[in-house]
């Protein structure tokens, strides 16, 4: 619970640090045992015209933005090296759609675990913003928001 009111207050306090994007209700997929991959997901919103270039983890080795895709009928995750976030609109990261993946874990990760990420965003006029997110880590077989 306190915790939980941590990230809360983290959160806030990055939203009020940086306006022009915000970054809300993230979480990441638990992981099953030997499992070195996990999604991440979380809602975006920019004021202006910016892209989503990447971010990290110290959680993991890496971390990338992942498409779907249906190649014949099968679906599949492709990275992909930006994602833009139109002004004003709110872009989802949620499962079946475009998400994160984190890449090279470094632990398990359990259900009520914090898990620190930092996006990387660059801005219409070119310059870049880093957003730290603190993430809650949800069950393996969590589909959406609460
Ligand atoms: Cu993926």
Do not use: C, F
Request: proline share 5%; no cysteine; glycine share 8%.
């Amino acid at each position: 619970m306190a915790r939980t009111l941590l990230a809360l207050v983290l959160l806030a306090a990055a939203a009020a640090a940086h306006g022009q994007v915000e970054a809300r209700a993230a979480w990441v997929r638990g992981t099953a045992p030997g499992q070195t991959t996990a999604g991440a997901y979380m809602e975006l919103t920019s004021d202006r015209r910016a892209s989503l270039l990447g971010a990290e983890s110290p959680a993991a080795g890496s971390a990338e933005i992942h498409e779907m895709k249906i190649e014949g009928n099968v679906m599949r995750m492709r990275a992909v090296t930006r994602l833009e976030l139109p002004p004003g609109k709110t872009v989802e990261l949620k499962p079946g759609g475009h998400h994160m993946m984190l890449v090279d874990l470094k632990r398990s990760l359990k259900k009520g675990d914090l898990v620190p990420i930092r996006l990387k965003v660059e801005l219409s006029d070119k310059t870049i913003k880093t957003i730290q997110v603190l993430a809650e880590v949800r069950e393996l077989a969590a589909t959406s928001r609460p």
